[in-house]
């Protein structure tokens, strides 16, 4: 008889230095999270955005012409171009779109930024991308879950999810998603979702696709 196949141990890595980002590309590896001190004048930035109550969704797809090349933020949230701390904000998404471009190879990637007041998937589930990059610059941070804590058949079935045990994404982290599309990835996406704000509460979240 055939030895019965060992499970597969599926890892995330946390660090302070953002060259943890870097695991996300071992095998075994679907979560990575930079866990950083957000610089208080973009701290301040992204508060004073929410605290205006004002709506914000955009979306840009950026062309990244080789890896010294900044990307064209040109217009991004521009109509809270005049708060204080805003140059900073654009400088730091910047940074974030050129190191994950940089970390993967990336020649096209998908930037969107949210003010989000409710869950924009409140179920668990898996992302069908390759990897994606989620920060929070306010607000609530993303929740997920490690591996085997929820049964893969049950996702989007509220009354299967683990409360006890769902893991969370603190504001101003970095965090970079392995999902189904991860060649050698499939069945081992990050289980996770968006958190529930508390009534009043916002969020302002940017995402980034590597599309191709």
């Known amino acids: 008889m055939l030895a019965k196949a060992p499970a597969r141990t599926t890892r995330q ?9 870097t695991k996300i590309l071992h ?11 957000l610089p208080l004048h973009i701290a301040d930035f992204a508060s004073l955005l929410l605290s205006l109550n004002e709506p914000l969704a955009e979306s840009l797809s950026l062309e990244i012409a080789n890896e010294d090349a900044e990307p064209n933020l040109n217009g991004l949230a521009s109509s809270f171009s005049d ?15 050129s190191a ?24 668990f589930h898996v992302d069908h991308v390759p990897v994606r990059l989620i920060t929070t610059y306010a607000g609530i941070g993303s929740q997920w879950l490690k591996e085997g804590a929820m049964d893969r ?16 994404v603190r504001s101003g982290d970095v965090a970079l998603l392995k999902g189904e599309k991860w060649h050698g990835n499939e069945g081992f996406g990050l289980i996770h979702r968006s958190p529930q704000p508390a ?7 940017l995402t980034l696709d590597w599309l191709s």
């Open 153 to 168: 058949r049950q996702l989007g079935n509220p009354d299967a999810e683990p409360q006890s045990l769902i893991q969370q």
């Open 27 to 37: 095998d075994d590896a679907n979560l990575a999270v930079w866990q950083r001190e």
């Open 199 to 205: 009534p009043g509460e916002r969020r302002l979240i």
């Open 83 to 97: 708060l204080e701390g805003y140059e900073g904000f654009i400088a730091d998404v910047s940074w974030l779109v």
């Open 13 to 21: 890595h946390h660090g302070a230095n953002p060259k943890v980002l």
């Open 100 to 123: 994950f471009a940089c970390l993967l190879g990336a020649r096209h990637v998908g930037l969107r930024l949210r003010v989000l007041d409710k869950a924009m998937c409140p179920r």
